[in-house]
């Protein structure tokens, strides 16, 4: 599953899942909101034709 492997490799990502998981959202209801921004973030990289930039927060 690439959320999967997203929370481990991509900062924003992770950064994101671990907040999540902090307020006390469930493992898998957290996942399902990786796997909706990684749709976001591969959606953005097809429209643009850029590069994908991390923000990293």
């Known amino acids: ?6 929370i481990h490799h991509n900062p924003d990502i992770s950064s994101q899942f671990a907040r999540l998981k902090a307020r006390g959202k469930a493992s898998l209801s ?3 909101a990786a796997m909706r921004k990684l749709v976001h973030i591969a959606y953005g990289v097809l429209k643009s ?7 990293g927060g």
């Open 1 to 6: 599953m690439g959320a999967v492997v997203a």
């Open 30 to 32: 957290a996942l399902g």
């Open 49 to 55: 034709q850029s590069e994908y930039r991390p923000q």
